[in-house]
């Protein structure tokens, strides 16, 4: 037990919620991860959230000063705008039902501008500017790190990559209910493809483990890569940037991902950027709701 102050952390996500207490260095102390249970509905994860939030502060002590919440999407007061497919998260008023519990000050925001935010505090892209995240998991984003400050946009969405047209010849974009460059070469979409390729259920990870010996693995993998690669490469060339870092859990075949990036990088942008991998992997996120409770 201690009596020291500790911030509360809460990631939530498609399939996990990753609740963590840190000091006011940004430390973690204790961490804790529970099922999403998407198809139960949005109250009934941020309730059980909550409950072993209590359940943390109550077992291991400190002085509660601060919550920092992020999810996928735009989180604001009263929704949640582009929000992931758990029902009735859309309509989720986060911070408020946070609010209700904690009196102390609360912090929400968008979950891979968070983990740009720890990247830049405490990891890959410290004394980089501009810098820039790029989160490739189930589905994939980015986030701009402009002098010191993660750059939301006019209405939160910088940086939303996923909605990338494909080709100047693409009918389907926002307004049709997609996220063209997502579903094409996120994780989930990979995962679908290849299931339809091989007539069994195959994910991003077990697919890139494939690409190594099969052919038709391969195949899709290298062409997914290499979209992929020319819309990081445009993004570089956009903003100048000095460093960008790759997280998720694509990142877990960095040996392939990465290579294919940088060579990209090397070919296409006048002054490449530096290109490193993340320096946190599963706690990105969580730590930066740490680092947003901690005032940015």
Do not use: C
Request: charged share 20%.
């Amino acid at each position: 037990m201690t009596t020291d102050e500790v911030i509360l952390g809460i990631d939530f996500g498609g399939t996990k919620v990753a609740l963590g207490l840190a000091d006011r260095d940004g430390k973690l102390l204790h961490t804790h991860r529970l099922d999403t249970d998407a198809e139960a509905g949005a109250e009934q994860v941020v309730s059980r959230a909550l409950s072993r939030a209590d359940a943390l502060l109550a077992e291991f002590g400190g002085r509660l000063s601060a919550v920092g919440v992020v999810s996928p999407g735009i989180v604001l007061d009263d929704r949640i705008l582009l929000a992931p497919n758990v029902p009735g998260w859309e309509s989720l008023r986060l911070r408020e039902l946070v609010a209700a519990r904690y009196s102390v000050p609360i912090a929400v925001g968008t979950d891979v501008k968070a983990a740009a935010l720890a990247e830049w505090k405490w990891g890959a892209l410290a004394g980089a500017d501009p810098a820039v995240f790029v989160s490739l998991g189930t589905g994939i984003g980015a986030a701009l790190v402009v002098g010191g400050r993660v750059l939301g946009g006019a209405h939160g969405a910088a940086g939303e990559l996923g909605y990338n047209l494909r080709s100047p010849f693409g009918t389907e974009g926002f307004a049709s209910g997609a996220a063209p460059l997502e579903e094409a070469v996120g994780g989930k979409g990979l995962g679908d493809r290849a299931s339809a390729l091989f007539g069994r259920p195959v994910g991003a990870g077990e697919l890139f483990g494939l690409a190594r010996d099969n052919a038709q693995a391969k195949e899709l993998v290298t062409a997914a890569l290499d979209e992929l690669s020319m819309h990081v490469a445009n993004l570089a060339i956009l903003i100048d940037a000095e460093r960008i870092a790759v997280g998720g859990g694509m990142v877990r075949s960095g040996e392939v991902v990465l290579p294919v990036l940088r060579d990209r990088l090397a070919h296409a942008v006048p002054f490449p950027p530096e290109l490193v991998m993340a320096t946190f992997d599963q706690e990105g996120a969580l730590l930066g709701a740490i680092a947003l409770a901690l005032g940015g």
